[in-house]
């Protein structure tokens, strides 16, 4: 016998069983039809809309700068999100795939066409597990850099299975009226 403890075991499948419930994010029961929101993120049974709203005016040197409000839909299985700034959003899935938002506030700044000048960018993370400065770009799976005007997306490493399914997603990007 493996456990002379029967409650050891108990507590072990427990223990298996709530670990692989909550592995992503925006996991929901069946049963709940209503969205959740946590934090920036509205979460549906079948989709997340995240919505970006505040009214903290950065500096720099003595210039104010305005962050702007935006909303997007993205894929469910989020395992991650991370908010840096007012211009990075960066959003982490199975396999190392992500879909980074980067927003131009000043207007003026040419936002990098290449994907290491993205990722390497000003961008300061958290000291998290997620960090995709970090995780290495598979030449298996498929990245694209696209520009709108006063925003640019990433997608990185994207598997070709989910590939349509993350480019339809950037679509729904669309600016949100700013209150302040």
């Known amino acids: ?73 993205l894929p469910k299985d989020l395992k991650y999100y991370e908010v840096v700034g007012s211009t990075h959003f960066v959003f982490y899935y199975d396999n190392n795939q992500s879909v980074m938002v980067v927003v131009d506030l000043e207007g003026n700044t040419p936002v990098a066409e290449e994907i290491d000048q993205i990722i390497q960018s000003k961008l300061t993370l958290t000291k998290s597990k997620f960090d995709i400065k970090r995780i290495p770009l598979n030449v298996k799976y498929k ?17 070709p299975r989910n590939y349509d399914l993350f480019v339809n997603y950037l679509s729904s990007f669309s600016w949100q009226l700013q209150s302040l």
């Open 1 to 73: 016998m493996l456990f002379k403890n029967p409650f050891i075991y108990i507590i072990l499948v427990f223990a298996s069983v709530s670990a692989s419930c909550s592995r992503y994010i925006d996991a929901v029961a069946k049963k709940d039809k209503l969205p959740k929101t946590v934090g920036y993120l509205t979460i549906y049974p079948d989709s997340n809309v995240f919505s970006y709203k505040t009214s903290i005016t950065l500096t720099k040197d003595k210039e104010k700068i305005y962050p702007r409000s935006f909303k997007i839909a």
């Open 143 to 159: 990245q694209l850099v696209v520009k709108k005007k006063g925003v640019t997306f990433l997608l990185y490493n994207i598997a």
